[in-house]
């Protein structure tokens, strides 16, 4: 079992940067995915779900209307569109397989990626 977290870089403020989630040896339908992010000396937080079985789609309020999830079945992978970034969106982002997508709530996870960082600047 295995997510494979990518697509990080360097982008300008104002820019967009998408982010993958390949998974394998489970589904889509097996698990929800959330992607996630962590700062030096923070928590992580969860940004936002996405559940192929329901649909459910859910993101935080600082990143609402700026960033989009995206899953794609037949590639057994999610993606994290990300526009209107800014210097605070500077972060290690994680995608992991969770239970369930619910609004505001990211159970433990049963499996996580290894991370991808996205430095915003100029």
């Known amino acids: 079992v295995q997510l494979q977290a990518s697509g990080g870089g360097l982008v300008q403020p104002g820019g967009s940067q998408r982010l993958t989630c390949a998974a394998s040896g489970f589904t889509l339908n097996d698990y929800a995915i959330g992607w996630y992010r962590q700062v030096p000396g923070k928590a992580r937080e969860g940004l936002s779900c996405?559940?192929?079985?329901?649909?459910?789609?859910f993101y935080k309020d600082s990143v609402k209307g700026r960033f989009t999830i995206a899953g794609d079945n037949a590639r057994n992978t999610v993606y994290l569109q990300m526009n209107d970034l800014k210097p605070e969106d500077t972060a290690v982002y994680y995608c992991a397989a969770i239970d369930y997508c619910s609004s505001g709530t990211y159970p433990p996870a049963a499996y996580w990626g290894q991370g991808t960082l996205v430095t915003v600047s100029s």
């Open positions: 996405f559940s192929a079985n329901n649909g459910n789609i």
